[in-house]
């Protein structure tokens, strides 16, 4: 059978009905499965004929994709475009109307394109499905379909079709399939938030403290060291520097990293890591954040300590202890060193220390 198409004209329907009628001897099986509406180009296959017909259209017209515009589409419905010749189906049109457009993972899933999503969430749920079976088919494994604020219409059609949350930020929220039968064996969101505080002592050992503004009862008047999370894509060591810089207006440079706490379902049930970094002062003059400090200052080390606060908790006391014994080199702490890594081709900080009797400057003589 040989199929060719009219893009310079558009056949009228004395025409399709003249072409019935002297090959309906030929293939009188040739039929369609579903009506569609708009304004076509048609198709002319050698031995056969077409018919196409729906009740809100008055010249009975058929539209194949050549002739669609991306308007066009939605109003058919994703282009539902099958037909039946002698019993078997042939998915002329259909892969091209139906399937949204995707791309595959490297662990054998599949990533929806968010920016060539359709707006109707008809013809998307359409499109969904038939691409659910066709990934199916392909033996995949996960689907990853990330919907824009603009594309949030289509959430609960996604989650009708199964999908479930996985994250969400201020622009988006991901959701996802798992194809396989079993537990999906997707990784999860991300289980941590990390924080930071500076410990900053200057030449007259003084460390540098702050009260903040929003706090919980317990802790009204404890003056604490800078602390704060580590924003998107911020190394350890320059989230501590910036997060000092920002409370009080102190510049510093990163020593070392001297402890962090581990802890778990903290906020929203995640985890919490946080750092503990040593950083020496560049600048002396204190200029506070008043949307979330209350008062910074340089408060004398001893005095510091002293602080019932400190005194009543075994986590506040350690911290302060092994900052004590940094300063009087009898502990080390882990220094940041940049590295390269073929397994990834990035950059990336590696904390750790080295006793080198030549550059040593944490143990003492």
Known sequence: MECRFFSSKCMTMSE???????????????????EVKSTPRFCSCRGMSAKASHSSTPNNTYVPKKALSSVDEEKIGAGNLLYQVNGTNSSLF???????DAFDDEYGGVIVDSERLPANPNVFASMLRFSISHWKAKEKKGIWLKLPVEKSDLVPVAVKEGFEYHHAERGYVMLTYWLPEGPSKLPANA?????????????????LVVQEKYCAPPFSGLWKIPTGFIVESEEIFTGSVREVKEETGIDTEFVEVVAFRHVHNVAFEKSDLFFICMLKPLST????????IQAAKWMPLVE?????????????KRV????????????????????????????????YNVVDSQHNNCIGN
């Open 16 to 34: 399709i009905a003249h072409i019935e009628k002297t090959n309906s001897s030929q293939l009188s099986s040739f039929r369609p499965l579903v």
């Open 94 to 100: 259909s892969r091209n109307l139906r399937m949204l």
């Open 191 to 207: 289980s941590h938030q990390v924080g930071v505080g500076g410990f900053v002592i200057n030449e007259n050992n003084e460390v």
């Open 285 to 292: 003059q204190i200029m506070v954040d008043d949307h979330e």
């Open 304 to 316: 510091f300590v002293e602080q019932p606060l400190i005194q009543q908790d075994c986590m506040f």
């Open 320 to 351: 302060i202890d092994i900052c004590i014994a940094r300063l009087g080199k009898r502990y080390c702490g882990l220094s940041v060193h940049q590295l390269a890594s073929t397994f990834d081709g990035k950059t990336s900080s590696l904390y």
